[in-house]
DNA sequence: ATAATATTATTTGATATTAAAAATATTTTA
DNA sequence: TAAAATATTTTTAATATCAAATAATATTAT
């Protein structure tokens, strides 16, 4: 494969990275929410309740770290603990309607970005960076 | 534009950040270097020497802020301030030898990834998605 | 059934990180 | 030169993080 392929790729990544970062952050900032807090909101919100350890693993910090994290979130009220008959150590965290809402909110910020970005393409284009994505993220993240 | 692809390219393009953000915070993790440090050698190392305000516009955090990630790369000797006759009250930071090595360190991390992308898409797709992130970088970030 | 082991979540103590405000130093401009 | 603008540092308070210890509960082996 080409240097100059891998060289530039490389550098249009970064860029593209940097940009939503910077974004991703910017809306947050303009939240309630602090950064960790929304990445949790996040998590709750796509791949719904779960228990503190999975939630832990989805965010890639220690379970201390997510116990303190949804303690905010629940004092906030955007997401509540539930304890289940079967095993009595387990709590599932999910989001509450106030938290739902502010998933909802959130992704439409995300909605808008996107549009932003096929705005820029051609229908064609658009279609291609989903094949692509697509490819990218079943095979390597 | 249709529902449909703006749902799936959003959903897709928050996994590809989400994929690329822990991706880049376990190389963090493994330097040694924080990840505000790490942000800051990246910004040196692709634009070179600047001045305290124009680096915090870059890492788009406060120059308060800045003054203490500069800090703390300059005791680990990854940076230097110079300072400038023409205008004492500026410190032109830029990258030492160690701080350049780092960089091209970890520049080398992020090829490895453009090449495993590179090698989960055709020769033709790569180069499509060249040319998309070029677009969307330039109109949008 | 009991004892040993494992799992889950929380708490604690120590650092690290961050943003924002206040204080200081310097230059530019009127 | 005095006032305004700019750049930086210091300080403060809030947040984030981890590792280790603890508590409660479940599971497994004897």
């Known amino acids: 494969m080409s240097d100059r392929l891998i060289n530039e790729l490389s550098h249009e990544l970064l860029h593209f990275f ?15 929410l602090s950064v960790s807090e929304a990445h949790a909101l996040e998590v709750l919100g ?8 999975s939630m832990a693993q989805k965010l890639g910090v220690t379970t201390g770290t997510t116990t303190v ?18 095993d009595r150590r387990v709590n599932l965290i999910s989001l509450t309607e106030k938290g739902c809402r502010a998933f909802d909110e959130h992704n ?11 705005s820029a393409l ?4 658009s279609n291609r960076l989903l094949t692509i994505l697509k490819k990218i993220n079943s095979e390597i993240f």
Do not use: P
């Open 18 to 32: 940097n940009g939503l970062s910077s974004w991703e952050s910017s809306v947050v900032r303009n939240s309630d």
């Open 69 to 86: 994290t949804v303690d905010r979130l629940e004092k906030k009220d955007y997401a509540r603990r539930e304890s289940i008959r079967e």
């Open 122 to 125: 051609s229908e064609e284009e």
């Open 108 to 118: 439409k910020f995300h909605l808008t970005l996107t549009e932003q970005m096929i």
């Open 46 to 53: 796509q791949f719904g309740r779960m228990n503190m350890k």
